[in-house]
C-alpha cells in the first residue's frame, strides 16, 4: 500500500500535491478571507448604524463595499467549495488524488499572491478598488484610482487559479473513478461540482475578457466602454454579467450536493429524486446562461430583451422548486436527528427558499424598476449566499470535520454556533428587505432619516453574525487538537465511500481502488 | 457506529407538540388579520414596504409586487408547513422509523408542472404593465435629465429653460455638528417641476460615469449612460413633492445626489416656467454688465461651495481633487485658469465646466478662488471676459 506519510515542515505545504493538504490550505486560506471580509462588512455595517458620517469617509466606505463584495466571492466563498472538492472528490469516485496534482498545488498557491495584490490597492495612493464589486465601467476606467491596475492582475490571476482547479476537477472525475462506479452513481456533491467546473471554464475568460478590456481602456486608449470613443458602457454590463450570472449559481451548486449529502444522513432516509436532482442542476446550469441581462432591466433594453430575460428568469424558479421539494420529500417520513450539519442544512433550505422568493420578486421586470439597486437586492442575494452558500460550508465543515482529523466536535458547542449564527444572519438581512422596498439604495455610506431604526437593528445583527465566526474558529481548533475519538462512520449508517476509510482519512486513501457495489 | 443516536439531542430543536402549534398558528393568523390595520400603520410609519406611489403605473407595480409577495408567502406556508410537520412528527426521538421511498415520477412530475402554470400566471399581469411602461410616445412635455457628478441637470426641451440641482444639505448635518432635518439628503436647491396630469416624458443620460434617475413615488427608475438617451414617463396624480436618489454607484458622492420632483397644477407650473423664463432672460442682461470685487468674491463662494466643495473641499485644501490654495492654476496666469474651467481637465474627475456654469458665474467662482485661502491674486474676471474667451476658442 505504499503509505508513506507527509514530508515535515514548511516544506510540505509549499510543494505539496496531496489533495488532503491542498484540500486544507483552501479550507484555511478561505476562513482567513471571510474574516477579513467579514471586518470590511462591520466597517460598513458601524457606519451605516447611524444616519450621517461618523467612522469614515464616502471615499473608503466605496472602497470597503467593493473589497467586501470581491474578497468574499473570489477569496471566500469559491475557494471554500474547491478546498471542499479536493478534499471530497476524490474520496467520494474511490480515487487515490486529484488527476493533475501539481497543478492542483499552483491553482491554490497562486491566490494568496492575488488577494495580497488585491488588499495591497487599499494603501496605494488614491486608494483601493472603489467602484463596487460588478466594477462597472467608465467608473473602473476613466474615473478609476490608479491602483485599478493591480485590481485587474489580481482578477486575472484569481480566474486563472479557478480555471486550474475546474480542469482539475473535471479531470478527476470524468478519469478517476472506481470501476462501477458511474455517473449516475456519483454523489451529488460530485455531480453539482462537476457542473460547476463547466460554468466556470465557460464564464471566467470572458471575467478575463472583461478586464483585459478595461486594462486596454485605462492603458492603450482604446474605447470599448467609454462613449466619448465611440465604445459602449453597456457592453460592460453584458460581458460582465455573462461571466457573473453563472458566477452566483457557481457559488451554489455545490451547496446543493452539500445539502443533497446531509439531509439524507439525519433523516436515515434515502435522497429523494437523485436522477431529478441532477437534471435539475443540469438546466438550473444551462439557464444560468441565458438570463444575465435580469440584472440589467434598467439599462433601457428594447422591450423584446426586457421579456426574454424576464420569463427565462422565472423559468430558474421550476429546477430550483423541484430540488427544495426534493430535500422536503427526504425528510418526510424520515426519521430525523438534529446535529449541527443537519441544522445547517435546514436553515439552508428554508433561508434559501426566501432568498428564492425575493429572486422571484426581482425577477419580475416592472417590478425590478422598484427594487433595482436597492438594499431589497442587498437582502435578496445575502439571504442566497450567507445561508446558501456559507451554512452549507459550516455544514460540510462540521458533517466532514471527523472524517478528516479524526475527532468529533463538540455538539453543544456547534449548535451554539448555529444559533448565533442564525439569529444574527436574519438581524442583520431580514430587515434590508424592509429599506430596500421603502427606498433606501445600495452602495451608500449614509442615508434618510426614515431608514434609520432598521440600519441600526441590522448593524447589531452584523455584529453578532461576525463574532459567532471566531467562535467556530475556536470550535474547529478545539476539534482538531483533541476531542472524542470518531468513528470510521461517523455518523449513523451515512451513505459514500469517504465512510468506509478510517477517522482521521489516512494520507494516501484508495491507492487500490475500492469494490463499489 | 451509532456514535449519536444516544444523545437526546433533537429536544432542542423543538420540543412542542404539533397539537398545540397547529391551533396556536390559527389563532395567530386569525390575531393578524384583525390586527392587520394596526399593523399596516405601524409598516407605514416604519417604512417597511414599498410605497404605493402617486401614478397609475406605481400604483399597477404595487398590485403586481403585492401579487406576487403574497404568491410566495403562499407557496411558503405549504412548502414550509409539510417541512416542520415532518421535523416535528418524524423524528427519531419519537420513534418515527423511517421509510424507504426515493422516488415518484408522478409526484415530480407534479410539482414541475404546476409551478410553471402558477409562473404563467405571474407572467401575464407582468408583461401587460411592462408593455405600458415601454409605450413613451405621445408626451406633453420632453425633460432632459443629465447626470453629473454629483448633482443633477433639468432642461425642459423646447422652452429655453435648465438648471442644476444641487444638495443643500449642509456638511454641518452630516457630520453631526447640526441636527438633521427633516428631509435630511433628500433636499435640493432646485427640484424638477412638473404639472400634473400631462404626461411627462425624461430622456434620461450621463455626462461622466453612470447614474440611475429614481423617484419611488412615481415608480421610475431608469440608468443614466453617457452616450445613450433613455426616455420614461410619468403622468402624477397628485399635486406634491417626491422625492428620490441616484440608484447607481457613481463614485464618491453617489449618496449625496438626490431628485426632488415637485407636481403642481398645471397653472402653477405655467408661472413657475414663465419666472423661469424671466430669469433666463434677467441673466442675459447681467452678463454685460460689470462687478465689483466684492460682489463677485460673495457670489464665487456660494457657486464654489455648490459646485467644488464635493471635490475640492471646503476650504481649498482638495479631496478626490487638488488643492487650490497656491496651485500652479490658481495663482497662474488668468487666461489658463480660465481655460481650465471651461475645458475641465480631460479624463479626469474635473468637469469641462464651461456649460455649467453661466459666464457670471464662471468669473465669480474664479475671482473667488483667486483671492480666497490666502490666494490674495488681487485680481477679478468680468462676465464679458469670460464671454469674449468662449468666443475666442
Ligand atoms: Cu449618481
Redesign the pocket.
Known sequence: MGDHGPAQGFGRWLFTTNHKDIGSMYLWFSFAMFLMGGVFALVIRAELFQPGLQLVEPEFFNQMTTMHGLVMVFGAVMPAFVGLANWLIPMMVGAPDMALPRMNNWSFWILPFAFALLTSTLFMEGGGPNFGWTFYAPLSTTYAPPSVTYFIFAVHIMGASSIMGSINIIATILNMRAPGMTLMKMPLFVWTWLITAYLLIAVMPVLAGCVTMMLMDIHFGTSFFNAAGGGDPVLFQHVFWFFGHPEVYIMILPAFGIVSAIIPTFARKPLFGYASMVYATASIAFLSFIVWAHHMFTVGMPIAGELFFMYATMLIAVPTGVKVFNWITTMFRGSMTFETPMLFSIAFVILFTIGGFSGLMLAIAPADFQYHDTYFVVAHFHYVLVPGAIFSIFAAVYYWLPKWCGNMYDERLGKAHFWLSFIGLNVTFFPMHFVGLAGMPRRIPDYALQFADFNQIASMGAFLFGFSQVFFLFIVIKTIRGGKQATEEVWENPEGLEWTIPSPAPYHTFTTPPAIK | MLFFSKRPTTKSLLSVKPFVVFPLLAMSFQAFAKSSEVVADEAQRWGMNMPQGVTATSNEIYDLHMLIFMICVWIGVVVFGVMFYSMIMHRKSSGAVPSKFHESTIVELAWTIIPAIILVAMAVPATSTLIKIYDTSDADIDIKVV?Y??KWQYEYLGEEVSFFSNLTTPQDEIYGRAPKGEHYLLEVDEPVVIPINKKVRFLITAND????WWVPALAVKRD?IPGYINDVWTVVDEPGIYRGQ?A????K??GF?PIVVHAMEEVDYQQWLDAKKGEAEELKLAMSQSFSMDELYARGEKVYQTNCVACHGPVGAGGVGPSLIGSSITTGPMNGHLSLMINGVQGSAMQAFGEQLNNIDMAAVITYKRNAWGNNMGDMLQPVDVLNHKRSL
Do not use: D, F, S, T
Not at chain 2, 460615469?209 to 440611475?212: F, I, K, R, T, Y
Not at chain 2, 447607481?248 to 463614485?251: A, F, H, K, P, T
Open positions: 447626470g457628478q454629483w460615469v453612470l447614474h440611475a443614466a441616484c447607481e454607484l457613481c463614485g458622492a453617489h445626489m
